[in-house]
């Protein structure tokens, strides 16, 4: 018995790369990961700091009044909110992948704590500066 | 809402065709269907097959969104097609077939990976002693589960197979061999299980390079599943197993 | 024409078709199973039931108590031996599902809980929330994946049995996604391919459920029984049909008629029982033919309400308050809102009686075996003997589990003494039947598959409906025979090889409408009411132990010089009748008056 030439022809649509385009969902989804990128450029700056700070005082001033050009302020401010935007997003998630206690409670728990450190930190941080 | 039976008013579906022993690919093909508030997708489509194109293929059977045959995309979203009501739509609407599986004719997609992933994760009760046949004789009982123990996998084991979640899932479009979440969903199930104790054979594919670590949590998966059991929760809890289970076994001689 | 060599071949993906294939690959590694189903097993229609499965579990219940039940509420057209293998398996298969992961609904202490369902006298009905079906059926279908000897092919539609000199030797059947014929050859066939609700216009069921199974064996001279006992699930939703489960009444719902008056006091059924504490056999907990009658007569009466242009009844769960429901009728709150707008924690939900399940079926003993040998039927499609006039709600899922292992064992045992049948044997037949098939493709006509359906449903409505007349049958009966005709004229217009539903369905009428005749000739000829069928016509209107204490039989002759097809021939088999005898069937006071202290 022969092989006969199965008339079946299944076609599969190319996935593109503008895929995530296609619905807010996608798009939402992609914004979310893109919050790393001003992060980046945040790091960046910290790390510059660091090295500043060891070549000695001249060039810590100029870190310092590179810090506080506008331009720089207005990319660290947005990283700040893909942070805050960030931390929301994860925030929501956690719970469902360690359901320990209500969502709600786990979500405030979560916020609730990330302010106390920053608090702390600030506090301490604040009386050394 | 009262069921009014207005059948003058009419929806224009445009709905994908392809038949490979004529078509090199698909197009489009638009229809007039009278509808009700209480017409669904499915009830369009059975319309269309009746009354005006015996040839349009599609898959359904039990209409009551628990058999998972009638999966459709709509206006760019998966859904099932028994439970999506015209009333909801102002303009027209846009009938493909399910994204990221292959299409084997008009709205039938080819579902051969979706149960070849199901059955890779193992997904059935594996226990030590196996259980001979039962008889009158052997006397057996039921294991014990209280409520709270059924609660905690009871939301995983009620997937219908309907694939939606894959249609969603973009890792799944950019890569076939992702298990996807239907399948990483029924292993997390069993593994929840209280009288399964089968987790270390099903950790491997979890662990494996196509497994719960493919997912980047997009949790599109989630928003579709007719179900709503959360499909994403269950592959992102498949994560903090599989790391467990790594932080374990670098401690293991 | 492809050849492929099985032991068992397996038609039909539900419960009871994997049930007997898990049974049979357990029984035999070595046994090659070939599971074939027109669709993907977990589409199967075992996925819509969702009440629960009977077993005696409590302390305070007996296997002679679940007898006594079914054999009653069979109208005592029940095989009594069968009945009694029933009950003492069932318990060991609920456990067995259980060990194989099934998540049954429990008591706070970890044990299996129960629940009342109609027409049983004691609690007895393991559930797994109001989707029992749908979580039996995925557990049979992932506990089968860990058989290597189970070898699926799914999406594929038996044509035609393969029978040589009243043996079985296998099958004909078509690949859906190429259009190609398969000869498969098998030492034993099983069928377990579901019953034909979808021969009535309103039914609880899906869209496959057309009755395959019956026409094939039918077809072959195998004897289908009891045909014309069709139940009628008293609460589907208007229209759709779709099914609003009996558990809804267990947990304790009402039906109310327009008057917001609990009319089934008024039919045998009473006294009324308390609000939200419902006793079983009382009431709401009567069986389902019962029921299903009493709203036809309420229709009669103009106390029917209406949902556009259906009459119905109602079906209120208000006093169970939302909790209570979300918990243990979720799917059941998810169906109404979804396809009536109604959240039955606020108002009542329409509903009215549709055709759910077929009693009869392809005649067996009571092992599953037909008169062919080496061919089994088991599950909605067979008639093993276990429903009589009528079936009691949760026996069926038990049903397929028990029958199902029982004739996967039986198939294994056959298949090893059996020798295989050489090809030239079958090749003949499946020539033939090639041939036939591309017979079908034509031009666009007027007539076509869909109007032919239609009309055939809106017949059997309207002749075999819940009540019958003479007149009503042989109308029926003679547009069936008409549309018997027609359908021989009848062309496929799509003539596509790959996924041609039009085909399918082509063929889906064709086995329908010899399973409605079977089913209208049936019921014509028995001249009594019992169970579920039920006449008007003066001195047929109750039961008739003397001349009808008997199963039907109706067997296809064939076709006669001038006529364009075969019809039913019906005969008489007696009832086999053990422990119970016919006697009195009642429920609510009636029942307790007769019960001994």
Known sequence: ?129 | MEKTVEKTVEKTLVIQRYNPEHDQTPSQQRYQVPFDNSTSVLDALLYIQQSLDPSLAFRWSCRMAICGSCSVMVNGIPKLGCKTFLRDYSGDLLLEPLAHFATEKDLVSDMTLFLQHLQAVKPYLIRQEQSAAITPATKPQPHKQTPKQLAKYRKFSSCINCGLCYAACPQFGLNPEFLGPAALTLAQRYNLDSRDQGKAERMPQLNGKNGVWGCTFVGFCSDVCPKHLDPAAAVNQGKVASATDFVIGLFKP | MQILHTDIAIIGGGGAGLRAAIAAAQTDPNCKISLLSKVYPMRSHTVAAEGGAAAVTLQQDSLQAHFDDTVAGSDWLADQDVVDYFVSHAYQELVQLEHWGCPWSRRDDGSVQVRRFGGMKTERTWFAADKTGFHILHTLFQTSLQFANINRLDEFFVVDLLVVEQQIAGVLAMQLSSGELYQIQAKSVILATGGAGRVFHYNTNGGIVTGDGMALAYRHGVALRDMEFVQYHPTGLPGSGILITEASRGEGGILLNKDGYRYLQDYGLGPETPLGKPESKFMELGPRDKLSQAFWHEQQKGRTGNYGEHAVVYLDLRHLGSRYLNERLPFICELAKSYVNVDPAKAPIPIRPAVHYTMGGILTDGQGQTSIAGLYAIGECASVGLHGANRLGSNSLTELLVFGKVAGVAAVAHAKQRQALPSSALNAQCQQHHHQLQARFGTKQADNVASLRKAMTLAMEQGCGIYRTTEGMQQCLTTLLQLKQRYQQLAVSDHSKIFNYELLQHYELGFGLDVAEAMCASALARQESRGAHQRLDQGMQSRNDTDYLQHSIAQLMPETAGAASGSAKISYQPVRITKSPPAARLYGGAATKQEPV
């Open chain 1, 1 to 129: 018995m022969s092989e006969q030439h199965s008339p079946r022809r299944p076609y599969l649509a190319p996935l593109t790369a503008s895929w995530w385009l296609k619905h807010r969902y996608y798009r939402f989804y992609m914004l979310r990961e893109a919050t790393v990128l001003p992060l980046l450029f945040f790091c960046g700056c910290l790390i510059a700091g660091f090295y500043s700070l060891q070549q000695g005082e001249s060039s810590w001033l100029n870190w310092l009044s590179f810090m506080a050009q506008p331009w720089v302020m207005a990319l660290n401010a947005l990283t700040f909110a893909a942070s805050l935007f960030h931390a929301k997003t994860f925030f929501e998630l956690f719970p469902r992948v360690m359901p320990l206690l209500p969502a709600p409670l786990m979500i405030a728990g979560q916020w609730l704590g990330t302010v106390a450190v920053a608090a702390l930190l600030l506090l301490l941080l604040g009386g050394v500066l």
